[in-house]
């Protein structure tokens, strides 16, 4: 999709958007009919006492990423989604920490695969919203070890120019670009961050299996929409506002146009507690899942945590797929099971 700025409803939007998605290094439009892929690899081993182990699961990226490309080198599977002058991001979701957010050990396996297919240390930043968040996960001690860089997109900044717009007007925070303005059309933007705007040229998606029970999981796509804009705010606790904005987000060019791959760390499947670490509410699936569809990833972590759940949700959530209905509108995946095709290495 080739736009800026969205001031549609998601119907209008869904007729004159193209979409946002990678054939090779093109970007191609999800067409009626196309079915979505996922590989899925798992090792038994990556979990001991429902700790990652670091070298099983660093050998079980570089598995997934030569069966999702088809290569049997390293190196060569990352160079088919990135050229070793993009400036990489890797979007995580660090906000849950380092149990039940996207959990280092799986993004070193990633940044050492970028680094073998000769990406510049110092061109790969770990990024989230808030920088805090990251090092509270542990991604200090990530980029210090492979010498890259992480950033929050809050103290990086928000582009002025580069904005989604919706007519919802949020209650402005310290941080949002507009914080303090007093004008009719502020808090009605949500401003795209500066690190993409500026610097980099591709993302790596990476999120958990972690349940939300607004945006059904907090994953590929509420991870990328909500830690890419400011003004975020205004769509939170509220599921018909979710379903709206995150996918037309992710449809902006400066967002979902970027991303390379959408990885799924589901070693842990929490299906319960959102933002907090609830072990007791986790089942241990020693998976990674990758693709370039994001809808297909969420729709079929939904499922699985909706299998994993003893106590069902109530039924105006449990069969709420609005949010995924929605982004197959705007054409950024396939939100039909009987449309994916899931490839399990174990």
């Known amino acids: 999709m ?43 081993n990556a979990l001991n006492e429902l700790k990652p182990v670091p070298d099983v699961i660093h050998a079980l990226v570089d598995r997934g990423i030569c069966d999702f490309t088809g290569r049997t080198n390293v190196a060569d599977a990352w160079l088919t989604l990135v050229r070793t002058n993009d400036v990489v991001g890797i979007k995580v979701y660090s906000a849950p920490g380092r149990v039940a957010g996207t959990r280092p050990s799986v993004v070193a396996g990633v940044v050492e695969g970028l680094l073998k297919a000769g990406v510049p240390s110092t061109n790969i930043i770990i ?25 929050g997109s809050t103290s990086t900044g928000w582009d002025a120019k580069t904005y989604y717009d919706n007519p919802l007007v949020g209650k402005l925070i310290w941080g949002d670009l507009e914080f303090g303005k007093t004008d009719d059309a502020s808090g009605r933007h949500s401003h795209v961050t500066r690190l993409l705007t500026d610097e980099i040229t591709r993302i790596i998606n990476v999120s958990p299996m972690l349940n939300d029970n607004l945006a059904r999981v907090a994953g590929c796509l509420y ?33 979902g146009d970027r991303v390379a791959i959408n990885i799924v760390d589901a070693l842990l499947a929490q299906y319960e507690g959102g933002q907090r670490s609830l072990l007791h509410y986790t089942s241990p699936l020693c998976q990674l899942r990758f693709s370039r569809d994001p809808v297909a990833l969420d729709l079929l972590s939904a499922n699985e945590l909706s299998a994993l759940r003893e106590v069902p949700l ?29 490839e399990r290495s174990p």
């Open 223 to 255: 991870s990328l929409a909500s830690g890419s804009v400011d003004n975020f705010l205004r769509f939170e606790g509220d599921a018909y506002r979710l379903q709206v904005a995150v996918p037309e987000i992710c449809a902006l060019e400066s967002v």
């Open 127 to 151: 990024w989230d919203k808030r920088i805090a968040d990251l090092g509270a996960a542990g991604y200090y001690d990530l980029a210090d070890r492979y010498n890259v860089r992480i950033a």
């Open 2 to 44: 080739k736009m800026k700025q969205l001031t549609q409803s998601i119907w209008l939007t869904a007729m004159l958007t193209l979409g946002a998605h990678a054939d090779g290094n093109s970007l191609q439009p999800y067409l009626p009919g196309q079915r979505a892929r996922v590989v899925v690899v798992s090792d038994k």
């Open 314 to 342: 109530p039924d105006n959530i449990r069969t709420n797929y609005t949010i995924f209905d929605n982004a197959a509108l705007v054409r950024l995946g396939i939100a039909d099971t009987n449309r994916i095709d899931v």
